[in-house]
């Protein structure tokens, strides 16, 4: 495979590139209201029949459908498993120097020059298209592919992937082919410095709520606040709940909920320690838009294990009374909290959600789940051949890559490591952030300090060259 | 003064009186939002100069203006401050029977048969109008009136009443010929019994903020929920803070918050006692639509006590992070707390937030007081000349009245009985109910039961009467 010729053909056609993922990114895909989902897993199936990708459909679930495809044209190469998502984020009450949903090029982004800046640009509607030219390019210049792909692209990951594993069951004899799942993703930060991550924490994401009823609290509609003196309030049962959950200082307080923690294993130590060392704790605090980190550990070792290696309990968003302009004095008569707990070894979803539902049982009766969705977390080892083959295709563009050993947020590769026991890793080059928040970006082409789209798609051309070299177990 | 014959007009003409409370209550007048507020005054202005009134205006303010006017023929007689409020609550995700700014006419609202059901009908446009009626069909049959009035109408009561001190302050001179104030008032409840409270708590109505800052937590956005691991939360902040506010049990534990209470006075335990005998505590809780009251206490004179004596906190709504449909996993910049506290004898608003102010600055120094507006409770005799004229105003139609030693709700009397060193009242008859709430509604014309906003005019007659013919102090 001539990799210097595909690469050099990834800046011929890179303005045509960029117009594809402007193009997908216009497509609204909010997975919260539905909005555009069916039109964007239309278009996502679309490129992949332009592909000539085979067995390309809309897998149903009962949620919305998981695009599919294959590019298998040789049984003995290596198969690796395209994951993605092509749902994003809503947008609500959030200020953004352009349309959100345009695809817009911003020439002069803040300190980064030309950048794209587009709710999904890097979560994870760019790195989708991205990789798609990229595999255009290839199959330009050689007819063929070095390795085999299966597709499989979500459309509820925003959501907690709730239907993806009934897909990951029902096609699991086929996506057993593969020998390692890949998530395509920018993984350099503002200065060009690449990160990687072996893991991922697990989710629960959960509605409470507390009405009024038998117990008391006005039963079917917000009263006067003046009869708070002999009625009780929903409102209040909840904000004792949530304060008993959790202590000042951040310790979880449901029962037995740290009991199946595990320490990190001794390469994760080994792995921390090296992170220690080369991590910018300044930059981290510039990109989260913060002045301290949580709690009183110095930034260093302890502080990184504290972050990569604990459950957190968060509290999404606050809903009971009335909240809008002027005044409105009431006795709500339901208040809601909306909740996330993140995983980590050994913690089981419904483990700990049976430690909840037992705290609250006994602590709060009132307080009930309204809804819930969860799944475990997910661990990967830097000696696999998949994380090896993304490595090597980091150093081959002499990138510095910084390695930890755990990542903070949640995805849904316990289906790829538990369910289907495949290796999982994600990334290439490119810098993006914001993702969730106001004015998500990406750059477009980077310099010599940062990669930007362009240089993700060539290092998706490197990438499955070194992993079709690998030895797979 | 011919009582029976103006009696007998209200009669005659009370399908014209109704249509143009119907025309006063399609106006909007929300002061939360400002929408109409300025409509209404002026229409409020155009009643009064139709009825001759002099010196009529609107007194300007810092907030929404006052309707003020005069009708004083003879010095001599006794003189009565109308204090009422053309504003009413904001109607915000509320299920309503009708369009609740029509000013709709139910021919069977649910066991009431005949009634307004519309923003504003109890509360208080549909009294105002009401009593403006009363006047006409007075000087329609008599020319004059037994007293002499003085109007002073508000547009800011839901707001809290910010700027009608700055009013009083102003018109002290004037105001100060009056011998009491009167708020005209729906007081019968469901079967016609009729009630008359002697005072009304103090509020302090404020809300609460906490904002990422130099401490943690986001500064100016809301950022990916899986950062909380090292990433403090404001949100958590704000519910530790209400959390240690007050027990589960009801106890505000703001130190010393209850150091300034006092016990009922020997009157207030004499109408407590006469009170428990004839109230009826099944139809409080079906009018709240509650299943029980709040706390341990029986329904008795210590429950109808702790209702009308104690110092009350309640959450009116909270706010903070993403509350939409689906799943926004976010780490929010900041939360919100709405709050109302209702203070009886001797709390001065000043006094008692002064204490919340240490309590926040020594436990919750991130907690900020964004804004707070206050008044004082107020409290009258019922020996006062003034309610013993609305008292036979009552017994001259055969009613039966519960005197309630105070009241759980808020209005700025104090302005009447420590600014202006008069007394004060609130009544007629009629009933209505669900201020503040969906479907707030009064009966149109009663019958032998109930009383609508007929017998509401007819007894605003005799209560100016018998008014007339008290001795004052």
């Not at 390309?56 to 049984?75: C, F, K, N, Q, R």
């Not at 904000?239 to 449901?254: E, N, Q, R, S, Y």
């Not at 909290?337 to 539902?357: F, M, S, T």
Request: charged share 25%.
């Amino acid at each position: 495979m001539d990799v210097a010729k595909i690469l050099a053909r990834i800046d011929d056609q890179f303005e045509t590139h960029l117009i594809k993922i402007q193009d997908y990114l216009q497509i609204k895909s909010i997975s919260a209201t539905g909005e555009g989902i069916e039109e964007t897993a239309k278009a996502t199936a679309n490129v992949l029949n332009e592909l000539g990708a085979t067995d390309v459909h809309l897998a149903e679930t009962s949620g919305y459908p998981v695009v599919y495809g294959e590019m298998i044209t040789d049984p003995s190469k290596k198969t690796l498993l395209f994951y993605s998502m092509y749902d994003v984020q809503p947008v609500e009450a959030e200020k953004w120097v352009v349309d959100p949903f345009a695809g817009a090029v911003v020439e002069e982004f803040e300190d980064l020059g030309r950048c794209l800046v587009s709710r999904g640009v890097i979560n994870t509607k760019g790195p989708i298209m991205g990789f798609f030219n990229a595999l255009k390019s290839i199959i330009e210049v050689e007819g063929d592919l070095p390795c085999n792909l299966i597709f499989a692209i979500e459309g509820e990951e925003e959501l907690g992937s709730p239907h993806f594993p009934e897909f990951v069951e029902e096609y699991a004899k086929k996506l057993k082919r593969a020998d390692g799942a890949y998530l395509p993703f920018f993984a350099e930060n503002k200065v060009g410095k690449v990160k990687m991550w072996l893991g991922a924490k697990g989710i629960i994401y959960l509605k409470l709520r507390v009405r009024g009823g038998d117990w008391g609290g006005p039963r079917t509609r917000h009263i006067h606040s003046s009869y708070h003196s002999w009625v009780d309030s929903p409102v209040w049962k909840l904000v004792h709940c949530l304060a008993d959950m959790k202590a000042p200082d951040g310790t979880i307080k449901i029962p037995d909920f740290y009991r199946d923690l595990i320490p990190p294993s001794a390469e994760d130590e080994e792995l921390l320690t090296k992170l220690t060392e080369t991590m910018d704790f300044e930059e981290i605090k510039n990109s989260l838009d913060i002045s301290r980190f949580r709690g009183e550990l110095p930034e260093g070792k302890d502080l990184l294990q504290q972050h990569l290696f604990s459950t957190t309990l968060n509290i999404d968003g606050l809903d009971a009374g009335y909240t809008g302009p002027g005044t409105k004095t009431i006795l709500p008569c339901e208040a809601r909290a909306y909740l996330d707990i993140r995983l980590i070894p050994n913690q089981e979803p419904e483990r700990q959600i049976g430690l909840l539902k037992e705290f609250l049982k006994k602590n709060h009766p009132l307080v009930e789940i309204e809804s819930y969705d969860a799944y475990p977390w997910a661990k990967v080892s830097v000696r696999e051949p998949l994380c090896q083959a993304l490595l090597r295709t980091y150093q081959a563009f002499g990138k510095k890559v910084e390695i930890w050993p755990h990542h903070s947020g949640s995805a849904p590769f316990y289906l790829f490591s538990r369910n289907l026991g495949m290796p999982f890793i994600w990334g290439g080059l490119g810098h993006g952030n914001r993702m969730h928040s106001p004015n998500e970006y990406a750059v477009v082409a980077g310099d010599n300090k940062v990669g930007g789209i362009r240089e993700f798609e060539k290092s998706i051309v490197t990438f499955l060259y070194e992993f079709s070299q690998e030895k797979m177990h």
